[in-house]
């Protein structure tokens, strides 16, 4: 297991304050970041919490998983590796005609 979290279902108004502060109290928050879009700059509805080590970061998942925060019920699970991006860049693989 890593101490990299998932946080899905998250409400438009959570801030990074908000986790920092919830997942305080389970243990030690190392990091916290909500994705935007890169447009309008608005949350997307979920993050990843970076907690100290393994055993806070089941620690979390076991005690924050369907925890209501500002009226949603929120999730909580491991985080997935990030995805390799391919070698040509294009997220066609290499084809460019339609």
């Known amino acids: 297991m890593t101490n990299k979290l998932y946080v899905g279902n998250l409400s438009f108004n959570i801030t990074e304050d908000d986790l920092t ?13 909500i994705i935007k879009d890169g447009f309008s700059g608005k949350s997307k509805g979920f993050g990843f919490v970076e907690m100290a080590n393994q ?23 491991e985080a997935r ?3 390799e ?14």
């Open 21 to 33: 502060e919830n997942f305080g109290k389970v243990g030690t928050c190392v990091s916290v970041k």
């Open 55 to 77: 055993k806070e970061a089941q620690d979390a998942i076991d005690k924050l998983s369907g925890v209501e925060l500002d009226g949603r019920k929120i999730i909580v699970s």
């Open 81 to 83: 590796p990030e995805r």
């Open 85 to 98: 991006k391919s070698r040509d860049g294009g997220g066609f693989g290499g084809k460019r005609g339609f």
